[in-house]
């Protein structure tokens, strides 16, 4: 077996890890390298911008983009070694009247508020192992950044980890109300960064505890009761990231990712601890939502980290897009950038899956011509027959020695055909989605924010679902550049709200 991090050993582990000699090395790259901006630490608590608008922002177009990722870095003259370690930011761009206003706020984790206090790293991260913290600690709440997304469900925002339970923040202020607790036996369990929410408002998730072999399932009612909590026991489960619902279903890709956990206990980081095992293959775990019984169909070994959605037909197929890689090497780069560095590795492609129950068998193809990531459908898709996907893209002339995504793709999953915007080489593109006006299903607009590396500036573009080849409608341009992000959602201003 394989560990997939088999990168310099001055990296992330206890006998080499030296915070102070990245965050040096760091600083020596981006005198050379613009692309290192998107991989800075963000040092103060908050900040806030109205953004420069060019061209005309829709006028329905009225609501809150909220994104998070992690965006604190460094402290105390220590870097971390992996990108997703740092402590969670939400930002906030709120759309209306033709305006753009930004506002950015940590999230005052009990992690954030002891090493704020202590002005030094105190445990472990992902990629990132502290000395003299515990591998495997005792409360998850000490190592918890809320760090890799964030949903508006039930009158709170939620930012989202994955190893517990959510932080709650005011949707208006930003400021963190305390963890969130669906009832008492599931504090402090994992609860996923790719919730479901379905067209009545319910919501689907999960949350993995390789360590255990558990893989727990949430179903939650609008207004915010917990309907079900179900523990499932799964062998050799992997970490997982996303997963789908259906009519009548759930679906968990499963790549051959094993937690070694003798390594985890000596010193090595999460991610330094999950060994590569292609003889697994990767399994796809069906559970009936009504009676919570499973099927497992076989796939050849590969790797995901997103799924963009999946629907069944009535004869109760399942049909899903996701996107598929050959092996775990992108992961990576993970590692690479806090250090300034980067030499590219082949990332992943949409790939369509179907699942047929009266045969059992799982096949797969790749409809993506381009490495991606971040596929998404509108949010009243999910769950529902669609015929698009949206993600970013890597395009095939970008420099191997620049990390990232340049352009953004809207996909038929019928056809492959794919209209494209590129915003450029000098650009590292996050996470857009498909947005719809007030009170409608079809989308109208794709949104998404940039990094704008030549200017140091984060841009907010916003493109007519219908022509998104002709470019961006509106920008809206902030003053300044924020850490590159991970996931986000976009919560409409309906009338009199």
């Not at 929410?197 to 917990?226: C, H, M, Y």
Request: glycine letters at 10%; charged letters at 20%.
């Amino acid at each position: 077996m394989n560990t997939i991090s088999s990168a310099p050993p001055d990296r992330t582990r206890q006998r080499g890890w030296r915070g102070e000699a990245l965050r040096q090395a760091f600083a020596a790259a981006g005198q050379s390298r613009p692309w290192t901006r998107g991989y800075r630490s963000l040092d103060s608590d908050r900040v806030e911008a109205e953004a420069q608008i060019s061209g005309q922002l829709p006028s329905e177009l009225r609501g809150t983009l909220y994104r998070n990722g992690p965006a604190r870095h460094e402290r105390g003259g220590q870097r971390y070694g992996h990108r997703w370690d740092g402590d969670g930011m939400i930002q906030r761009f709120s759309l209306s009247d033709g305006k753009v206003c930004h506002v950015g706020q940590y999230v005052h984790t009990r992690k954030y508020q002891a090493e704020s206090a202590s002005d030094r790293f105190l445990v472990s991260g992902f990629g990132t192992h502290i000395p003299a913290s515990d591998p495997v600690p005792a409360d998850i709440y000490d190592v918890n950044p809320a760090n890799i997304s964030v949903l508006h469900f039930a009158g709170d925002l939620l930012a989202l980890w994955e190893a517990g339970s959510p932080y709650r923040l005011d949707p208006e202020t930003l400021a963190t109300r305390g963890v969130k607790t669906w009832d008492t036996a599931s504090t402090g369990r994992p609860f996923s960064a790719h919730p479901k929410v379905e067209r009545d408002g319910s919501l689907w998730n999960f949350g993995i505890d390789p360590l255990k072999g558990e893989l727990t399932i949430f179903n939650i009612a609008a207004d915010g009761r917990l309907l079900h909590r179900h523990v499932v026991n799964v062998e050799q489960l992997p970490p997982t990231h996303d997963f789908a619902v259906t009519k009548h279903h759930l679906i968990f890709l499963l790549p051959p990712l094993v937690l070694n956990r003798d390594r985890l206990e000596s010193g090595a980081a999460f991610a330094e601890s999950c060994q590569w095992t292609p003889t697994l293959g990767m399994r796809v775990l069906t559970i009936d939502k009504s009676d919570w019984s499973r099927r497992v169909y076989g796939l050849p070994p590969g790797c995901l980290f997103h799924v963009a959605n999946a629907w069944e037909d009535e004869d109760r197929t399942i049909r899903l897009q996701y996107m598929r890689s050959e092996n775990p090497m992108s992961l990576l780069s993970g590692w690479s950038v806090m250090r300034g560095e980067y030499r590219h590795q082949e990332g992943a492609r949409l790939t369509s899956l179907v699942l047929d129950p009266a045969t059992g068998t799982a096949t797969q193809s790749t409809i993506g011509e381009q490495e991606g990531e971040f596929p998404i459908v509108a949010a009243s898709e999910v769950g529902c027959p669609y015929e698009r996907v949206l993600c970013v893209e890597r395009s095939p002339g970008r420099a191997e020695g620049v990390p990232g995504f340049d352009q953004i793709a809207l996909i038929d999953i019928a056809t492959g055909a794919a209209r494209r915007f590129s915003y450029g080489d000098d650009w590292q593109v996050e996470e857009h989605l498909l947005l719809s006006a007030p009170g409608e299903r079809v989308p109208r607009w794709v949104a998404g924010t940039a990094l704008d590396t030549r200017a140091d500036s984060t841009v907010l573009s916003v493109f007519d679902v219908e022509h998104l080849s002709d470019g961006p409608i509106a920008q809206a341009r902030l003053p300044y550049s924020l850490p590159l992000g991970l996931h986000g959602t976009f919560h409409p201003q309906v009338a009199n709200g």
